[in-house]
């Protein structure tokens, strides 16, 4: 049986990157520039023999202050309802930020099944990120680095059991 796989968090964490990788091919656009993606984005991901839709929650990155919030949170829980199971990603090199934290809520709140993702961990920029995340109380940080393909090994035995 296969499965949905959410990525989801604020802006620039690396969720298209991850999307990318995941799929195998740049159907996702990545961007340091804001508003480059938009909405939802479904892909037909691959990890060794594993095969599973994979959703790129996009459309944050063009929104205000005021409005991100609002955004964020019917962004996110439509993907969540529409997934088995969420990769909820940090940037391990900037730690937990207080939008990290709502994000954290929604995912708590809607009683998703949550992978905590630390991502940009190559090296070790994200070591106080990895340790930071922990805070979260969404269980054990995953250290990722979806632009080296690091962790995917590691992704690949939690979502083996689902899959
Ligand atoms: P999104 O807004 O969450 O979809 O983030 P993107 O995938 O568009 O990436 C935002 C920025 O982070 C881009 O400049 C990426 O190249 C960069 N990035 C993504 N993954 C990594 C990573 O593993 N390590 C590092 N150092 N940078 C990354
Ligand atoms: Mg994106």
């Known amino acids: 049986m296969s499965f949905t796989l959410a990525i989801v968090g604020r802006p620039n964490v690396g969720k298209s990157t991850l999307f990318n990788r995941l799929v195998g091919r740049k159907l996702a656009l990545v961007d340091d520039q804001p508003g480059v993606t938009r909405d939802l984005r479904e892909g037909d991901a691959k990890i060794f023999d594993l095969r599973f839709t994979v959703i790129d929650t996009a459309g944050l990155e063009d929104v205000t202050d005021d409005s ?69 109380g969404l269980g054990e940080p995953l250290r990722l680095s979806a632009e080296h393909g690091e962790g995917i090994d590691d992704l690949y035995y939690i979502l083996r059991p689902i899959g």
Do not use: H, P, S, Y
Request: hydrophobic residues 50%; glycine residues 12%; positive net charge.
């Open 68 to 136: 991100l919030q609002g955004r964020m949170r019917r962004l996110t829980e439509r993907a969540v309802d529409m997934a088995d199971v969420c990769l909820f990603l940090i940037d391990g090199r900037v730690g937990v930020t207080a939008t990290d934290e709502v994000f954290a809520d929604i995912l708590r709140k809607k009683g998703a099944r949550v992978i905590l993702g630390v991502n940009k961990a190559e090296g070790k920029a994200a070591d106080g990120g990895a340790v930071e995340a922990w805070a979260l």
